[in-house]
């Protein structure tokens, strides 16, 4: 276990396994596979590049899995805003490296403040599901599988 931080102080995101407080996002890894956290808003992508592009915070990454994840704290109005960053994240993959092949693909959308799952109509995760080729998930715990 161990989880994905925003310090939400304009630099990157980064993995942390010793300091539960900080963490935006728990990861629960229960078979130990090997997963590379990859920041990406100030990092992959500068501030500077693909002017009119939200991104995401991250993406964590195995040979069986391709997670997108973006990291908020914040109480209200964060929903709409870090699937937009998650789907603009995600065009620019698809644009650059193609569909994915990873069989597990998802988009988080988590939140420190608000930790639960959010129920999302079933027609918003279908079409997202069938644009992106990602499910969508609002919750702040990531279970690899």
Same mark, same amino acid.
């Given at each position: 276990?161990?989880?994905? #931080?925003?310090?939400?102080? /304009?630099? !990157?995101?980064?993995?942390?396994?010793?300091?539960?407080?900080?963490?935006?996002?728990?990861?629960?890894?229960?078979?130990?596979? !090997?997963?590379?956290?990859?920041?990406?808003?100030?990092?992959?992508?500068?501030?500077?590049? *693909?002017? /009119? &592009?939200? !991104? #995401?915070? /991250?993406?964590?990454?195995?040979?069986? *899995?391709?997670?997108?994840?973006?990291?908020?704290?914040?109480?209200? /109005?964060?929903?709409?805003?870090?699937?937009?960053?998650? @789907?603009?994240?995600?065009?620019?993959?698809? @644009?650059? &490296?193609? !569909?994915?092949?990873?069989? &597990?693909?998802?988009?988080?959308?988590?939140?420190?403040? &608000?930790?639960?799952?959010?129920?999302?109509?079933?027609?918003?995760?279908?079409?997202?599901?069938?644009?992106?080729?990602?499910?969508?998930?609002?919750?702040?715990?990531?279970?690899?599988?």
């Amino acid at each position: 276990m161990f989880g994905l #931080c925003d310090d939400q102080d /304009g630099r !990157r995101a980064y993995a942390n396994t010793d300091d539960p407080r900080k963490w935006v996002a728990r990861v629960k890894n229960d078979r130990n596979l !090997r997963l590379v956290f990859t920041a990406i808003d100030n990092c992959i992508i500068q501030l500077n590049e *693909h002017r /009119g &592009h939200l !991104r #995401c915070d /991250g993406m964590l990454a195995s040979d069986e *899995h391709l997670f997108f994840v973006e990291l908020k704290d914040q109480r209200s /109005g964060w929903i709409e805003e870090a699937i937009a960053q998650l @789907e603009s994240t995600i065009q620019l993959f698809i @644009e650059s &490296h193609g !569909r994915p092949i990873q069989k &597990h693909r998802k988009a988080f959308a988590c939140n420190k403040a &608000h930790p639960h799952f959010f129920v999302f109509d079933n027609e918003r995760n279908r079409r997202f599901f069938s644009t992106y080729g990602f499910r969508l998930d609002v919750q702040a715990e990531i279970i690899v599988v």
